[in-house]
């Protein structure tokens, strides 16, 4: 399994990004995917993520409403699109994938429960 997210970058406040991540090795619809961002000196955090079939969908209160994550069965992607970027949203981001059962939100949620990670992509928002 390989995860290859792409699209990072310098951008200023109020700004947007697309970040994409191609997997191979798995099929997307199968499996859980995911965002998870970590700032310097912070923890990992989900950013948002989809369950296996798009059952559930979930997103962090810090970038609801902004952010929006989507998938392409046919490119066998996932993406993340930032809108509206604050300062705080500047960490690497990293595309991740587990097989989770698609109802167990908090097992989706959980970093823990995902097996396959990308190496990650640097966002830096800031003016």
């Known amino acids: 399994v390989q995860l290859v997210e792409s699209g990072g970058g310098l951008v200023q406040p109020g700004g947007s990004l697309r970040l994409s991540c191609v997997a191979s090795?798995?099929?997307?619809?199968?499996?859980?995917m995911a965002w998870f961002r970590q700032a310097p000196g912070k923890e990992r955090e989900l950013v948002s993520c989809?369950?296996?079939?798009?059952?559930?969908?979930r997103y962090s209160d810090s970038v609801k409403g902004r952010f929006t994550m989507s998938r392409d069965l046919a490119k066998n992607a996932v993406y993340l699109e930032m809108n509206n970027l604050k300062p705080e949203d500047t960490a690497v981001y990293y595309c991740?994938?587990?097989?989770?059962?698609?109802?167990?939100?908090?097992?989706?949620?959980?970093?823990?429960?995902?097996?396959?990670w990308g190496q990650g992509t640097e966002v830096t928002v800031s003016s």
């Open positions: 991740a994938t587990g097989t989770i059962p698609p109802t167990l939100v908090v097992a989706l949620i959980n970093d823990r429960s995902y097996d396959y």
């Open positions: 090795g798995i099929a997307v619809d199968n499996y859980a």
């Open positions: 989809i369950s296996m079939g798009a059952v559930n969908t």
